[in-house]
């Protein structure tokens, strides 16, 4: 009865251990499950820091090469500024001495339009001097009067041609006024048609700094997104910081509620190998069971061949002791997390037998006890003693055997949804092409997360390209400019050219007219002194004795004026 009431307290106690054992199996595997997801979500948050630590790069070095591409177009419409105001200046220089020529062509023309009045005055004179002349010679002394006749002649041919010379002096002078006018109408064109090309150039200057300016606010705006990425990465890792030490703290809590034998007897039992633990199974197999499970029958019927395998306490602890190892190895390969192979499953049938075995001694033990037959026990042993140690080593065994199977059925359910997961997660993999996210516990969290993950990266993916086609159309729009650029200063340099032929033939017309005017200026002044000799010649002529003297009036000798007047007449003719 005794014995009863103890197995009965025995099964309690065990099932009691057995539910304490499940529930610390379930709180592990809910640890472990949420570290290898921790684990998960780290290197998953890893991956997609670097990512995107890799698109700021490019971006950096994209923001970089376009800063670089603005600053060298600034320099060229600093440069193009410069051109133009120099081209500018040049422009009011040589307007301003075509003005200046214009002006001293204006002086000329009205200085010869005036000597032109005079000599026609003096030639409308001269027509009233020869009339009289005329008429005097019809009335007489026609003869002693010829050479006076013949200078007069010369004199007339002389002042037709110099009026014929003044005529086609003014002409050219009005033709080179029109040229004045024509050249300066064309600086104003060149200069309005160079003004255009400046404000075009500011134009695209302007767009393309605006289009830099965008370009650089998506960089920005890129930065900040990857910033919010970086803020919500070490949020998750604070999150995984803490239940790193939740599940610390319930692992600390597992292990104060284990007892302190068990800690030793699987510490030990963890750095044994297989190779003792299968060598001791061959070995027990092949010569325990024949030792601890004799014939009862044969024991008490007092067979001389089996009297060295009698019922022994040594026997049966040294089988409870190897089935108690046994169940340790397992159970901390249990603990570890280590998959069963065959011999382990072999082993743990073992032990089922031997204890099996053990029990059905114990209780040949119990009858031989009730039918009064004696036991041999050690020295210093009682029976009591004995059979509660045996029962509670019975009891740990069965909790252990119990334990390891329960744990082995789980590490199989726990495997076998491993794979399941695995598996769907492939078939969504290779259906999205994108990695998974498991950044919360449950799977709608990870779901709504992994498609949240997707739409910014096509967004990012979409900003990339955009900024990539408007980074080609500018550099297309900065190569059309330089082409443009490039064919304009070949246009300005063949206007240049013929402004500057235009500029060398009006400084060639201006210096004919200088030296034409100096011609003038030399004729008119020998005319006014022939005009003087011949008024007197008249006057004397006339019998007017007053005004006849020649010397008077030329302050001159009759010879030296005749002499100069000729030599005049003659440089002007051979010019």
Excluded at 110 to 135: H, I, Y
Excluded at 142 to 147: E, R, V
């Amino acid at each position: 009865m005794e014995l009863k009431k103890r197995r009965e307290e025995l099964e309690d106690v065990n099932d009691a251990l057995a539910n304490e054992q499940k529930k610390t199996r379930e709180l592990q595997w809910a640890l472990e499950k949420e570290k290898t997801k921790s684990d998960r979500s780290e290197q998953q948050e890893k991956e997609a820091l670097e990512d995107l630590q890799i698109l700021l790069e490019d971006q950096k070095t994209k923001t970089l090469e376009i800063s670089k591409l603005l600053e060298e177009e600034q320099l060229l419409v600093t440069s193009l500024q410069e051109q133009m105001t120099s081209k500018e200046s040049l422009h009011d220089s040589a307007l301003s001495q075509e003005r200046s020529k214009v002006s001293e062509l204006q002086a000329l023309l009205d200085a010869e339009k005036t000597r032109s009045l005079e000599l026609a005055n003096a030639l409308q004179c001269k027509q009233g001097v020869e009339a009289r002349v005329r008429t005097t010679e019809t009335t007489g002394e026609a003869g002693a009067h010829n050479p006076t006749e013949e200078l007069l002649r010369d004199l007339q041919g002389q002042l037709e041609s110099k009026g014929q010379r003044i005529i086609e002096l003014v002409t050219e002078a009005e033709a080179y006024k029109l040229e004045s006018v024509q050249l300066r109408q064309n600086l104003q064109e060149e200069r309005q048609r160079l003004r255009k090309e400046l404000e075009a150039e500011k134009e695209a200057a302007k767009l393309a700094k605006n289009q830099v300016e965008g370009l650089t606010s998506t960089v920005e705006e890129l930065q900040g997104q990857i910033q919010d990425r970086v803020t919500e990465i070490r949020r998750l890792q604070s999150k995984e910081s803490q239940y790193k030490e939740t599940i610390q703290n319930l692992q600390r809590s597992q292990r104060s509620k284990e007892s302190g034998p068990e800690k030793v007897e699987s510490s030990a039992t963890v750095k044994t190998s297989s190779e003792l633990v299968r060598s001791e199974r061959r070995q027990s197999v092949g010569s325990v069971p024949n030792v601890l499970c004799p014939d009862p029958l044969s024991t008490m019927n007092g067979d001389p061949d089996t009297e060295g395998a009698a019922f022994s306490v040594d026997t049966i602890r040294r089988r409870l002791q190897q089935v108690s190892s046994k169940l340790r190895q397992l159970a901390a390969k249990a603990t570890r997390r280590l998959m069963f192979e065959a011999t382990d499953d072999d082993d743990l049938a073992w032990s089922q037998r031997a204890l099996q075995e053990v029990v059905s001694q114990l209780g040949q033990v119990s009858v031989l006890s009730l039918q009064g037959q004696s036991l041999v026990l050690p020295p210093g042993i009682s029976a009591n003693t004995l059979t509660e140690k045996l029962l509670t080593q019975n009891a740990e065994l069965t909790g252990y055997v119990s334990r390891l199977t329960n744990e082995k059925n789980d590490l199989q359910n726990a495997l076998l949804r491993l794979e399941g997961e695995i598996s769907h997660h492939r078939a969504r993999e290779d259906a999205t092409d994108h990695p998974s996210w498991d950044h919360t516990l449950n799977t709608d969290t990870f779901t709504e997360e992994r498609e949240a993950w997707t739409r910014e990266k096509l967004n990012l993916h979409k900003s990339l390209k955009q900024m990539e086609a408007e980074l080609s159309k500018v550099k297309a729009e900065l190569r059309n400019e330089t082409i443009q650029r490039d064919l304009g200063r070949d246009t300005d340099n063949a206007a240049l050219k013929r402004m500057y032929g235009k500029y060398l033939r009006s400084e060639s017309f201006r210096k004919a007219l200088v030296y034409q005017k100096k011609y003038l200026l030399l004729l008119l002044g020998g005319f006014q002194e022939c005009e003087e000799a011949t008024l007197a010649l008249i006057a004397r002529m006339g019998g007017q004795a007053s005004y006849t003297d020649l010397e008077v009036i030329t302050k001159h000798s009759r010879a030296f004026t005749r002499f100069r007047s000729a030599a005049r007449v003659a440089i002007a003719i051979s010019r």
